[in-house]
């Protein structure tokens, strides 16, 4: 006799630890929901730990016999099949408010400034959880045995600063705690290392006339004592400290929120994540988004989607050579309303207006509402024209961008730019339309050709020049393990380019200030080989070669050391990365320098006659030319790499 296979319910029902059983982790939902929908919530993690008509769970598990379902088995443990009913759907509502899966274990650390809510909202979010609450200030006041505004006065705020440190460096050797943090602890750039590293933190934004509507009255706040106008007391201070609080990983803008609402949130969040994901904020306001790293995100989409509140029904679009990836997210979505899926064919010829025009048939055909979410899931090509249909559809939809290359993960899925191309040029039609969420799995890269995955590091080498001399640092010490595709060297480099791109374009998101503009570094003369090449080169490649034709050009400008150009090479050679044409492509006929320089000319970012290029002045600071930079040392530059 062949065994009857046990249901998802009875599956998860057994099992009260996660891990990975046939493909699928515990807690999730079954391909096909049961109808009886209280019961789906039986299938949450540690809900041993309720009881039910005064017998604690994890003994009705024990004492149930295999196979038998719970509402039978609690019929014949409990009486009736009423009072059965009665219980399971008392058991439902005590899960509901009390029983979660918590994915996220390592510390939840919430930044803000006096006033914020840290408090009660860390509170209403571990009872949530089931975790533990801790409120560094009220720590601190304990141990010292007096109110804050004593210690600052009779110890000074030194001492408070130490005892702070040494709290946090306690609390994060813990697991399933909220941390409210002291309103300056983020702003000491060790605790804020250590947070960013131990911990996954919210920043509760607040604006300032709420502060103030808040702290207008109160005592024991030292920070604020002794200043005739508080108001303006409070908006220097939170000016000064919002560049510390912006570097938790999710920016949850309160407003008038309830503490209950906005705990409601994080919840979501740290139900969907994993303690090895990381996060940053592209802090555009109303329009912020998040870009999630990590590994296996696609298998928690619906998490995922569910905690950034997107809404069915959704439409995925695919580049067909990672159909997989694909159907994996719409299975997922369909979990949560109706989904649909298509592809479109691989390669740049896809980024084009009849592209675009028969997304837009098929949405039409499929009766995506304008209250639907599209999907894009591929490179930088898929990522472009997704977001474009996105933006024009309907007078623009929301979308998501689950980016598949390197290059999109790091560059092109963040930042809101989309576009098709014309035979004119590319990028030619395009519109600014930011996503509502980027979601980069690193699993997808295992995948990616070798030349492909290595050309999208010369976007990372970019970031590490232009803004951040560390990330320049580990590229060069971790070459082996980042062209291994180590999952934590990737996440390193991925999580740091994505913040590096989203600090920019929250700064500048339209290029309109000119800040943007450093993002194009290299790629005055890339852009220029790409085309003179007829796209031979993987835009990467062009980039790298075009990054060391701009430090050479840097360097006989005079804007920085020759070590610039030199450490520069070391690095993009050690990640296998050309730096001169030749080593890239042997064959393609080398293009005349006077081609080369009409083709600049035309560069997008010319003002008037002028090309403009961004230049390093030393690692982690560059600056535009807003000069005619002579053609002699162009053209010198095109003979660096060239030849
Ligand atoms: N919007 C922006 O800000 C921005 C920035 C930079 C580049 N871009 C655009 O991005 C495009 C280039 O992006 P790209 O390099 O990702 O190219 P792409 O989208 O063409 O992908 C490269 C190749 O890899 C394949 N592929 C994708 N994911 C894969 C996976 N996981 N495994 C195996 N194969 C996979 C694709 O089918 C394709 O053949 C260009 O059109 C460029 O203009 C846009």
Redesign the pocket.
């Known amino acids: 006799m062949t065994k009857k296979p046990s249901t998802n319910l009875e599956r998860d029902m057994g099992q009260g630890t996660r891990g990975k059983r046939q493909g699928k982790w515990e807690g999730e939902a079954p391909a096909e929901p049961k109808k009886t929908g209280n019961w789906r919530l039986l299938r949450r993690k540690r809900n041993d730990e309720c009881s039910v008509g005064g017998l604690p769970r994890r003994m009705l598990n024990d004492r149930r016999p295999q196979g038998a379902t719970l509402p039978i088995f609690l019929h014949k443990v409990l009486g009736s099949n009423q009072t059965a009913t009665k219980i399971a759907c008392e058991m439902d509502r005590r899960l509901q408010s009390q029983v979660v899966i918590a994915m996220v274990t390592k510390p939840i650390a919430l930044f803000g400034f006096m006033g914020s809510g840290k408090t009660s909202v860390g509170k209403a979010l571990a009872q949530k959880l089931g975790y533990e609450f801790v409120d560094t200030d009220e720590v601190i006041a304990q141990k010292f045995g007096k109110p804050i505004s004593q210690i600052f006065a009779e110890d000074g705020e030194a001492a408070f600063r130490r005892a702070e440190s040494e709290l946090l460096s306690e609390l994060l050797q813990r697991q399933r705690l909220v941390i409210a943090t002291g309103g300056g602890m983020p702003t000491v750039p060790e605790n804020l290392a250590a947070l960013r590293t131990k911990a996954l933190n919210f920043y509760l934004r607040v604006p300032t006339e709420i502060l103030y509507e808040r702290l207008a009255a109160v005592k024991d706040r030292p920070l604020l004592e002794g200043f005739a106008d508080r108001y303006w007391r409070i908006a220097t201070l939170l000016a000064q400290r919002e560049r510390f609080y912006t570097q938790a990983q999710f920016i949850v803008n309160c407003g008038r929120q309830t503490p209950e609402q906005i705990a409601e949130k994080i919840f979501a969040w740290v139900r969907a994540l994993d303690n090895d994901d990381d996060a940053v904020t592209v802090d555009l306001g109303e329009r912020s988004y998040q870009v999630l790293v990590g590994n296996d995100l696609l298998s928690r989409m619906e998490r995922i989607v569910e905690a950034r509140n997107l809404q069915p029904p959704f439409a995925v679009v695919c ?4 159909k997989n ?1 694909g159907e994996t997210v719409r299975e997922r979505l369909s979990r949560l309303g109706k989904s649909e899926q298509v592809s479109v064919p ?3 010829a896809s ?1 084009s207006i009849e592209q675009a025009i028969s997304l837009w048939h098929w949405l039409a055909e499929i009766a995506m509402p304008r209250n639907g979410t599209l999907f894009a899931v ?7 024209l997704v ?1 474009f249909v996105a933006a024009t559809y309907m007078r623009g939809i929301a979308y998501v961008q689950v ?6 993960m790091v ?5 809101g ?3 098709v ?1 014309l035979h004119h040029a ?2 030619l039609v395009g519109a600014f339309h930011q996503p509502s969420l980027v979601i980069s799995d690193l699993s ?6 070798d030349r ?1 995955f290595i ?2 590091l010369a ?1 990372v080498v970019k970031y590490g020049v232009i803004a951040d001399p560390a990330l320049f640092r580990y590229l060069r010490d971790n070459a082996d393990l980042i062209l291994r595709r180590h999952p934590v060297a990737l996440r390193t480099i991925i999580a740091r380019s994505a913040s590096i791109k989203a600090s920019v374009v929250a700064l500048d998101e339209r290029e309109q200030t000119g800040l943007r503009m450093i993002l194009n570094y290299g790629h005055t003369f890339g852009h220029a080989l790409e085309a003179a090449t007829n796209f031979q080169l ?3 490649e062009a980039v790298a070669i075009g990054m060391t034709a701009e430090a050479y050009l840097a360097w006989r400008l005079g804007w920085c050391d020759r070590e610039i150009l030199d450490e520069q090479t070391e690095v993009l050679r050690a990640l296998e990365l050309p730096t001169k044409l030749r080593e890239v492509a042997e064959t393609v006929p080398e293009p005349d320098i006077a081609l080369l320089t009409e083709i600049m000319l035309r560069d997008k970012k010319r003002k008037g006659s002028i090309v403009r290029f961004a230049l390093p002045k030393r690692l982690g600071e560059t600056a535009i030319t807003d000069f005619p930079v002579p053609d002699d040392l162009i053209a010198d530059a095109w003979v660096f790499v060239l030849r």
């Open positions: 580049d067909e050579s990672v990836f691989s390669g740049e980024k591929g490179g930088g090509v898929v990522g472009d977001g980016p598949t290359t390197l290059l999109a560059d092109s899925a963040i930042g730019k989309t576009a191309d590319k990028n997808c890269l295992k995948t990616v050709p492909a050309a999208g976007e993987l835009h990467g």
